[in-house]
């Protein structure tokens, strides 16, 4: 039977954090249900405060900039019992290896902040302090329209410091300078991963997977390359125009979208499908270019990944044959290629396709290369933010070598 939570004094909930506009929504409902929260917001406050006398839960981002969570989770599970103090920890939805890590290292539970309302929340909490069960409600609508509010009003400053860093990326190539930026757009993006709250899915979407990248690429600069750099572009862009369609109210629930995915190696294939898989996304697979130009003659896809080099037709011939092909004339088409010179570049613009990622790719950038194509507005309307192109391979080019 589980016990009625009477205390003389009340029990802590240890939040290790630093957005505080989900710290703020989660220490009301916590508070009102007679837990004391205490925050840190660092590596040494989150080991100082999980020792403190009281302390009964922790919740742990384990996407915090500029420091390991998984660190934390390991140093507070060596320094108490195994299984004395539950830790709840959020992790982003495209880092699965770091979701099984956590479990492996001692998490109780792993939820992601954008679908976790503070009612859900407080259900877990409830389940994991075997405290009686309540009427807290699941959804929480009056959360809805506060939050939205706020991300609408602080997006033009998110927008111009997530602008202002990637323009700092194009133009280093040192490694500390590289990751300072990149942690700097991190807090940015992460302050919209919550959107999926305020029923803003595919800027949630997009952030999400836009921060994923951003840790790879903290972990790895040197993965930084001319293709990531403008896939960067392309995602701040896309949430821009993602926001300025909040702000009018638009749908944010579209159909589930088709996608092509035609090469003839097996392992390209199935390694895109994978990183699609990770954004809740299903890929077409085929290995056939002229089976595929019988199947983009009878079927609309929404975005197609295109090889070059294959037996039969060439990406770039079928892809000047999909923009003869009424249902899918307008349909973005990326070429996946392992050539990285001008010209191969300028023959896919030239022959149809909308753009490329240059193969050894990170699962990371297709991901968000994928929802930039998806989310892109086909005609753009004219929107309030100000939303500058992506650069253009040569404006890539030209502004990382200026800066080596």
Do not use: W
């Amino acid at each position: 039977m589980k016990r009625v939570f009477t205390p003389i004094r009340k029990k802590t909930i240890l939040v290790v954090d630093d957005d505080q506009l989900i710290i703020q929504a989660h220490r009301e409902k916590l508070q009102r249900h007679g837990f004391k929260v205490e925050v840190a917001s660092n590596h040494a406050s989150a080991l100082q405060k999980a020792a403190e006398e009281g302390v009964v839960l922790v919740l742990l981002d384990l996407c915090l900039p500029g420091m390991s969570g998984l660190e934390i989770l390991k140093e507070i599970r060596a320094k108490f019992e195994a299984n004395a103090l539950p830790i709840i920890a959020f992790v982003n939805p495209y880092l699965s290896n770091l979701t099984r890590t956590a479990t492996e290292a001692g998490a109780n539970k792993c939820l992601t902040k954008a679908d976790t309302s503070p009612g859900k929340l407080f259900d877990v909490v409830r389940e994991h302090l075997a405290l009686e069960s309540s009427s807290a409600a699941q959804v929480e609508p009056e959360f809805q329209p506060e939050l939205g509010a706020l991300l609408l009003l602080h997006a033009p400053e998110i927008l111009a410091k997530l602008r202002a860093g990637h323009q700092v990326l194009v133009r280093t190539a040192e490694e500390e300078a590289q990751r300072a930026e990149l942690r700097g757009m991190h807090r940015q993006v992460r302050s919209l991963a919550v959107a999926g709250l305020a029923g803003l899915g595919k800027i949630s979407q997009m952030a999400n997977a836009f921060e994923a990248l951003l840790i790879e690429l903290h972990a790895k600069p040197k993965k930084i390359t001319p293709s990531v750099l403008r896939t960067a572009a392309q995602a701040i862009d896309s949430l821009a125009s993602l926001l300025e369609q909040a702000s009018k109210s638009h749908s944010d629930a579209p159909p589930a979208p088709q996608i092509l995915v035609l090469d003839d190696e097996i392992i390209s294939r199935e390694t895109i499908c994978a990183a699609l898989e990770k954004a809740g996304l299903a890929g077409v697979s085929m290995d056939d270019s002229l089976a595929a130009q019988r199947e983009l003659e009878q079927q609309h896809f929404d975005l197609i990944f295109l090889d070059v080099e294959m037996p039969g037709l060439s990406g770039f011939e079928l892809c000047k044959k999909i923009r003869e092909m009424p249902i899918n004339r307008t349909t973005p088409v990326v070429f996946v290629t392992a050539h990285a010179d001008f010209g191969s570049r300028a023959q896919s613009a030239l022959s149809g396709g909308n753009d490329f990622i240059t193969k050894p790719f990170l699962s990371g950038e297709l991901v968000v290369k994928a929802l930039a194509c998806l989310f892109k507005e086909r005609p753009r309307a004219t929107i309030g933010f100000s939303v500058a192109p992506a650069p253009t391979v040569e404006e890539v080019e030209l502004a990382g070598s200026s800066g080596n």
